[in-house]
């Protein structure tokens, strides 16, 4: 992973919440002549969430897309605050922060793509995946070395636990 700071700033982070399409997964989505969508996730991504979760990190997916497979993904992890159809990213993340009673500098935001870019700017951690396009690269403070659906979700996972001394997952 690449920072422009120490990973050490994560110690703080009581929430991560990941973007779905090209974060959780590589960006592509397959749909069926019958319209239903399906999706790829990487088993491993989905231990590093699950391990986040036990240490008592909140998890959140925020996406401007609805899908019924990200959310029987997301509730097979554990994930509580799943987040879809939304039109204004950074109104639904204030809203869950106010419920959460936590501010934007203790959560982090893991994106790929300029619909992003307003979320990620408010967020006191911001991540793009490898493969994010170069506007939202260049913006965030950590771009994680692999690509989303590839193990970018996990690495994350990885750097925040090992920034608050639970080790590697």
């Given at each position: 992973?690449?920072?422009?700071?120490?990973?050490?700033?994560?110690?703080?982070?009581?929430?991560?919440?990941f973007d779905?399409?090209?974060?959780?997964?590589?960006?592509?989505?397959?749909?069926?002549?019958?319209?239903i969508e399906s999706k790829s996730f990487c088993t491993q991504d989905g231990f590093g969430v699950r391990q986040l979760l036990k240490s008592g990190v909140e998890v959140a997916v925020i996406s401007g897309r609805s899908s019924v497979a990200v959310e029987h993904r997301m509730k097979e992890l554990g994930v509580?605050?799943?987040l879809l159809a939304?039109?204004?990213k950074t109104a639904a993340f204030d809203t869950l922060i106010a419920k959460l009673g936590i501010g934007a500098e203790e959560a982090a935001f893991v994106g790929d793509d300029i619909p992003d870019l307003p979320l990620l700017s408010k967020v006191g951690h911001s991540f793009a995946v490898a493969n994010a396009v170069s506007a939202v690269r260049e913006y965030c403070r950590y771009t994680t070395e692999a690509s989303g659906g590839d193990g970018a979700v996990r690495e994350v996972c990885e750097l925040v636990l090992a920034a608050q001394g639970e080790g590697r997952t």
């Open positions: 992973m690449t920072s422009k700071s120490t990973a050490n700033s994560l110690a703080n982070v009581r929430l991560v919440a779905v399409d090209g974060v959780f997964t590589d960006g592509r989505f397959h749909l069926s002549d019958d319209g509580a605050h799943i939304c039109s204004d």
